[in-house]
């Protein structure tokens, strides 16, 4: 199935949605990274709690 030939007006909006993909994409690998970064964290600390015990 051929699409039809996008018109001028129609080329902002896709480059626009393209640049939203990025960012969001960005935004979450963000978040994941920073989630990780917590949880390591959180982890180095119950080991050094348990090991007090």
């Known amino acids: 199935m051929d ?8 080329i902002p909006s896709f480059q626009g949605a393209k ?5 969001i994409i960005a935004l ?6 920073e989630w990780m970064i917590t ?10 709690l348990l090991a007090i015990l």
Request: glycine residues 0%; proline residues 10%.
């Open 28 to 33: 979450f690998s963000l978040t994941v990274y």
């Open 39 to 48: 949880f390591d964290d959180e982890v180095d600390l119950s080991h050094q």
């Open 19 to 23: 640049n939203a993909r990025v960012i």
């Open 3 to 10: 699409l039809p030939p996008l018109t001028p007006e129609e």
